[in-house]
């Protein structure tokens, strides 16, 4: 399966033909429900199939046009290894299909252009971070979104957590020959019965673990969220040279821990940051719209020609309408007509694609939460 990463979802924007097969359709991991969305795409592809009869196909050829898609309700693996929602996109020639670590509304659309404002959720407005997780038993670092969680191999540290012996391990083996051979492990033990040199060594541990995270993440910076015991993150803050070190951070043992756990704790302390950046770019946004129209608007002709030459700064658009029209990128042409014809574009899409490829940041709302009532919303750059 092709990774879905900018440059794909510029190439499915760009596809103009008639017929173009879009599918949606929520999936699950296990279990029942696991074969209810293969039942659910059954009858997406009867809908599709419907829509290209109307749209001038034979009724072979549609189902010859369906079968690859068709093909996949016999898969049980493909059904048994799923993310929260699944696109397929169908050409006459190829079939691409992603899956997706949010949940989708099911539908099937028939157009002379891919349906991809869904698939906008993964480039827009989400910011990355990264949990690191402390216990003298193990660390592991992850980057992490809104949508999902992966760990990032880093040998050294695995290297220093395996070479580090705590000061209270070293007393007892020099100590007592007995305890050195009892296999006893590398528990915390009460941060105030801990001797001075005990907390060095850990603070000692802890810079050079630091170290190694400043250096794996020194190219993003990305806000880093701790999950440790209660005492051990204030000794990491204290050593820490990292800039953007959250002042959150999970409570408790992460030993044992999965990775969705450890996902859906970080993000009880992630979202409200990410809300109120939406807060505030709304603000922000209805403050020009009423004081200053030139950085502010909800046109759509002003929005899509700006974000042809990188004037758009943030965008908000619902995430249920159209708008149909001609736009020609290189005289800057526009026309809006809502018509759905060859040679013609969602301009709602196309001002999304063009503000991501210009360093824009992009908001999909609901259509409830739109910051005017307009489906489309901007903050200008000039």
């Given at each position: 399966?092709e ?18 097969v ?20 059954k ?6 199939e ?7 196909f ?44 949010f ?36 660390v ?40 050195a ?50 005492y051990i ?29 450890i ?26 719209l ?15 020609l ?5 004037g ?25 007509n ?26 999909v709302l609901k ?7 307009k ?8």
């Amino acid at each position: 399966m092709e990774k879905l990463d900018l440059d794909v979802l510029v190439e499915l924007s760009q596809m103009d033909l008639n017929g173009l097969v879009s599918i949606y359709l929520p999936t699950f991991k296990q279990g029942q429900e696991a074969n209810q969305s293969r039942i659910r795409l059954k009858n997406l592809i009867r809908d599709a199939e419907g829509s290209l009869v109307e749209k001038g196909f034979s009724e072979k050829d549609a189902l010859a046009f369906l079968k690859p898609a068709t093909k996949l309700l016999d898969e049980t693996i493909f059904w048994q290894n799923q993310e929260h929602g699944l696109g397929i996109f169908i050409t006459p020639e190829e079939m691409r299909y992603y899956k997706l670590p949010f949940e989708v509304e099911e539908l099937a659309i028939v157009s002379n252009r891919f349906y991809i404002r869904p698939l906008l959720k993964l480039f827009t407005s989400i910011e990355d971070f990264n949990v690191l997780t402390l216990s003298q038993a193990e660390v592991k670092l992850f980057e992490a979104n809104p949508y999902g969680i992966e760990k990032i191999e880093v040998p050294e540290i695995d290297e220093l957590v395996e070479n580090y012996i705590p000061a209270n391990e070293l007393r007892q083996e020099a100590t007592s020959p007995k305890g050195a051979a009892s296999g006893g492990g590398p528990g915390m033990h009460g941060y105030n019965e801990m001797s001075k040199t005990e907390k060095n060594e850990i603070s000692k541990h802890l810079r050079s673990i630091d170290k190694e995270v400043n250096r794996v993440l020194k190219d993003t910076k990305h806000p880093l969220i701790v999950y440790s015991v209660d005492y051990i993150y204030p000794m990491y803050r204290e050593v820490s040279s990292y800039s953007n070190l959250m002042e959150e951070s999970i409570k408790g043992s992460p030993e044992g821990i999965g990775e969705k756990e450890i996902h859906q704790k970080a993000m009880d302390i992630f979202s409200p940051r990410v809300e109120k950046r939406l807060e505030r770019e709304v603000d922000k946004f209805m403050t020009l719209l009423n004081t200053d129209s030139k950085l502010g608007t909800d046109s759509i002709e002003r929005i899509v020609l700006s974000s042809n030459n990188g004037g758009v700064d943030t965008l908000f658009i619902a995430d249920d309408v159209q708008k149909w029209g001609f736009f020609n990128e290189e005289d800057n042409s526009l026309e809006v007509n809502n018509k759905e014809d060859l040679g013609h574009v969602d301009l709602m899409d196309k001002a999304a694609m063009l503000t991501l490829l210009n360093g824009g940041t992009v908001h999909v709302l609901k259509r409830d939460k739109m910051p005017s009532g307009k489906p489309i919303a901007a903050v200008l750059r000039f």
